[in-house]
């Protein structure tokens, strides 16, 4: 299993970026799919989940401010994210669980400028 996240980058408060997450090496369709993101000095927190059959869920920081999505076509997972704050600064990974193991991608960097 590999996931390559892409996507980060700088941006401004206030406004959007989407992040992208490749999968190979795993039945894509079928898995649940995570975000996550660690800030400087903080623990690896849970940001979105999204289920097989797209069901999403939020941590209540960015509730209605990102959108999880997957295109199970292109074996990609997408995090869309807008209204953008300082407090989004992070390293932000994508995981999926297979047979009981985890599976982590790289990370992508994104800073938010005030």
């Known amino acids: 299993v590999q996931l390559q996240a892409s996507g980060g980058g700088l941006v401004q408060a206030g406004g959007s970026l989407r992040l992208s997450c490749k999968a190979s090496?795993?039945?894509?369709?079928?898995?649940?799919m995570d975000w996550y993101r660690q800030a400087p000095g903080k623990e690896r927190e849970l940001v979105a989940t999204i289920a097989s059959g797209g069901s999403a869920n939020y941590a209540d920081s960015v509730e209605g401010r990102f959108t999880i999505s997957r295109d199970n076509g292109r074996r990609t997972l997408y995090l869309q994210m807008s209204s953008l704050n300082a407090d989004d600064t992070a390293v932000y990974y994508c995981k999926t669980r297979v047979w009981n193991n985890d599976y982590w991608g790289q990370g992508t960097l994104v800073t938010v400028s005030s």
């Open positions: 090496g795993m039945n894509f369709a079928i898995a649940g």
